[in-house]
């Protein structure tokens, strides 16, 4: 077969690419080590649905690093965006193998839609019976989410950094909020491991405390990883509310807090052994602030609504599910459908910008909600005083421009992103509640929405159409919406 000019162009161009791809895919088989290990210890039924995903997985990666190994060069910018790209599109297939093999009667559109939720930390789930389900599924389930949490591309970067390929280009490609050329330490896989060690640290004590606190270890690892990656899946039907324990309940919003904050703190606080990285953040009194004022004000709400018969009641349910949306963790101990219609509003609109950059959370990041806030401040002044010198500081520090305009523009887009996909969902059928949750609870990584798809319900009521939408809106939410598609412009496949 022949190809033109341009074609072999593209073809030299991805070849280097799937080099590296393969190797992430085959990183990415060994982490089905982990509930085959388990299916294995308590012969739970899905041992066949390892075995052969883990063959099959790795088997694949290492075609594709063979395939593309005469081809290995530093990869560059536009290399590293579609690694990106190319690895969140095929992980979750290669996830869904387990999925697909353990139960046949799961179609492929549904398996990938909760794969996809999982590497994206969406929570959001088709699946039901969740409390018969072989416990390995329910770990790989929210394995994903830990693994999706601070990226898999970040993961690679950190294990192996002798590799030979752009790092830094992939970081950034992938790392949430704006400012994206921060360094915390002068490599990039120094950087990464640093970050994950702390991730590890973070996740081994909150095991360690659900498991002291009741939890079987089987339910401790599945929402310990669904904790620290923020977000939601649960080893139980009536998610986080199985458990009806006041300690678990605050163990877990400890950690979404954690979680919800920018890691590069912690990595700082840790290695500085102070707390002083805390107090001097921009982010963190407004990202506290909203949440407690939330919390303190829908309590308040709900109780004298009589929702609830007395305000302790009121508190404890509106903190849990204020701190669980808002970080986009996705965990439920109550039906907040069932609550006046303004208080699942306020958590949507919570989930849309409460987390920090830098955080395993979804939506526009507190950062750049902070910033849009002073831009807007600033064109007030403007208007008073056209010929004033304003310009936009983060404690002591100056934004560049350049950062507004990329703030500005990603703002634009995610209203856009929003709005176009909730017409999409309404034209096939949905209602207009329905299809608008929908689509801000997957564009954000939250999981449950309102209406059909609320937190007493589970995303399985959608069709297949309307599946692909809501897959596509997580993956678009969780690479921080140019990254996907900057690639499907015409200008990145010239040459």
């Known amino acids: ?133 072989p416990v390995s599924i329910n770990i790989w389930r929210a394995e994903l989410h830990w693994l999706g949490g601070l990226g898999v591309i970040v993961l690679v970067v950190a294990v192996l950094p002798l590799l030979g390929v752009g790092g830094r280009q992939m970081f950034k490609a992938e790392t949430p909020g704006p400012m994206k050329d921060d360094k915390l330490t002068p490599r990039m896989a120094e950087t990464a491991k640093g970050l994950w060690k702390v991730y590890i640290l973070l996740t081994l004590a909150c095991i360690g405390l659900y498991w002291s606190f009741g939890m079987t270890p089987a339910d401790a690892l599945v929402h310990a990883f669904s904790v620290m990656g923020l977000g939601g899946f649960s080893s139980h039907d009536a998610s986080f509310g199985y458990f009806h324990s006041l300690p678990l309940e605050i163990i877990t919003v400890a950690f979404a807090l954690i979680a919800g904050m920018n890691f590069s703190l912690h990595f700082v606080a840790l290695r500085g052994r102070s707390l002083a990285p805390y107090r001097t953040d921009p982010e963190i009194r407004w990202y506290l602030g909203y949440l407690v004022g939330s919390a303190l004000v829908l ?125 999409i969902l309404s034209f096939s059928g949905l209602d207009v509640v329905t299809a608008f949750s929908a689509v801000v609870a997957c564009i954000n990584n939250t999981g449950p929405g309102l209406g059909q798809v609320g937190p007493s319900t589970t995303y399985a009521v959608l069709t297949d159409f309307q599946t692909w939408v809501c897959t596509f809106a997580m993956l678009l939410g969780r690479l921080e919406m140019f990254t996907l598609l900057v690639t499907l412009t015409p200008v990145f496949w010239r040459k």
Not at 76 to 104: N, S
Not at 341 to 354: K, P
Not at 392 to 399: A, F, P
Request: charged content about 15%.
């Open 1 to 133: 077969m022949k190809f033109s000019v341009a074609g072999q162009a593209r073809i030299h161009f991805l070849l280097p690419i799937l080099h590296v791809l393969g190797m992430i895919i085959a990183v990415f088989g060994l982490a089905m080590l982990l509930p085959l290990a388990w299916s294995e210890i308590t012969r739970d039924g899905a041992q066949r649905a390892y075995d052969e995903a883990v063959l099959i997985t790795l088997g694949s990666g290492v075609l594709l690093w063979l395939a593309g190994r005469r081809w290995k060069r530093e990869l560059k910018a536009r290399d590293g965006i579609l690694l990106v790209v190319l690895t969140w599109l095929a992980t979750p297939l290669f996830a869904a193998l387990p999925l697909l093999i353990q139960f046949p009667g799961l179609t492929f559109t549904d398996a990938y839609f909760e794969t996809m939720s999982g590497l994206t930390t969406t929570g959001a789930t088709v699946l039901s019976g969740l409390d018969r389900l």
């Open 299 to 423: 309590a308040l709400i709900l109780w004298q609504r009589g929702v609830y018969l007395d305000f302790p009641a009121a508190l404890r349910d509106t903190t849990f599910t204020v701190v669980s949306i808002a970080t986009t963790l996705g965990l439920a101990t109550a039906d907040f459908g069932a609550w006046p219609y303004f208080a699942g509003l306020w958590l949507l609109f919570l989930c849309s910008f409460s987390t920090s950059a830098g955080s395993t959370g979804g939506g526009i990041k507190m950062l750049r909600a902070v910033l849009l806030y002073k831009q807007v401040y600033r064109e007030l002044v403007r208007l008073l005083h056209p010929h004033a010198q304003t310009p936009i500081r983060l404690g002591e520090q100056v934004v560049p421009n350049k950062v507004m305009y990329a703030v500005l523009a990603f703002f634009f887009m995610y209203v856009v992103s929003i709005v176009s996909l909730s017409f």
